[in-house]
């Protein structure tokens, strides 16, 4: 039986520390998917193609990584693809409470799936999309967060 595992996100962009919790977790799977999520209570501030171009630049060289967008819950999307474990990041304590809530949501939804936890690496723990966004909004210099494959759009 195939290990296979779904990373969700916004990815709204994808960053330094999502690629480092997929490159870190690659080992464990023989497949993961980056599901990039379309939620149409949130505005995203980069399109949806860019988003998915991005992640799939960024996991280009790794085969066994596939990049899928998808719309409603995560619990469906792994058990269309066939993925028993949901892979999140922590960041901080706070980020615990919320996934581990979310966690128990899909685990009643689907018994089988099982939620893994990888703490992020100590340097890039001050590293989210939203902190990005913010920088970018305000003019600010974004590379150091983000792998060399994300291009932003110039801000207009």
Not at 72 to 78: E, K, S, V, Y
Not at 90 to 106: K, Q, T, V
Not at 116 to 134: A, H, K, W
């Amino acid at each position: 039986m195939k290990r296979i595992a779904v990373f969700p996100g916004s990815f709204d962009p994808i960053t330094l520390g999502h690629r480092s919790i997929v490159l870190r977790a690659l080992p464990m799977f023989d497949e993961i998917y980056v599901a990039v999520g379309i939620n149409m209570e949130k505005r995203s501030t980069f399109d949806l193609q860019d988003r998915i171009k991005w992640c799939e630049a960024v996991f280009a060289d790794y085969p066994n990584v596939k990049v899928e967008s998808y719309q409603g819950l995560t619990a469906d999307f792994c058990k269309k693809v066939g993925a028993n474990t949901i892979i999140r990041g922590l960041r901080c304590g706070s980020d615990f409470e919320y996934e581990n809530m979310i966690g128990h949501a899909n685990k009643r939804l689907h018994p089988e799936l099982e939620t893994i936890f990888l703490l992020t690496e100590s340097e890039l723990v001050g590293v989210s999309s939203s902190v990005v966004r913010d920088i970018y909004k305000n003019g600010g210099d974004t590379s150091k967060f983000l792998p060399s494959e994300v291009k932003l759009p110039e801000k207009q």
